[in-house]
């Protein structure tokens, strides 16, 4: 297992188009880890125990698969309105009440 390293994220890795963290520790996520990967096209953060959506993944405007599934989500932020090229958005098993409005269009095709 490696850690995230906690001073820059993933700026080494910035052409990375996939990332898979799952089953990880929620709390390598305390810091903004995303912001640096303008071409990642999925990513998986399924299985983390996370509370809420961490803010820095709303930069990825590349992003085509998001899975949040099985952690404790509360909410989806309106903002994923802005992810144009997502396909796929895996929320199962979390505890969200209420979608925002697009979403729920979307969830209902």
């Known amino acids: ?10 700026q080494a890795t910035p052409m990375l188009q ?6 990880n520790a929620a709390s390598s996520l305390e810091h903004p880890i995303f912001s640096s990967l303008q071409y990642l096209q999925e990513l ?19 992003l085509r698969i998001l899975d949040f599934s099985q952690n404790s989500l509360q909410s989806v932020p309106v903002e994923f309105k802005i ?13 969200i009440s209420t979608l925002p409005p697009k979403l729920e269009y979307c969830a209902a095709m």
């Not at 996939?18 to 089953?23: A, C, E, K, R, Y």
């Open 1 to 10: 297992m490696q850690l995230i390293p906690s001073d820059d994220g993933f």
């Open 44 to 62: 998986y953060l399924r299985r983390m125990q996370l509370h809420e959506v961490p803010s820095d993944i709303l930069s990825l405007q590349q």
């Open 18 to 23: 996939i990332l898979d963290l799952s089953g």
């Open 83 to 95: 992810f144009t090229s997502l396909t796929e958005l895996g929320l199962s098993d979390n505890n």
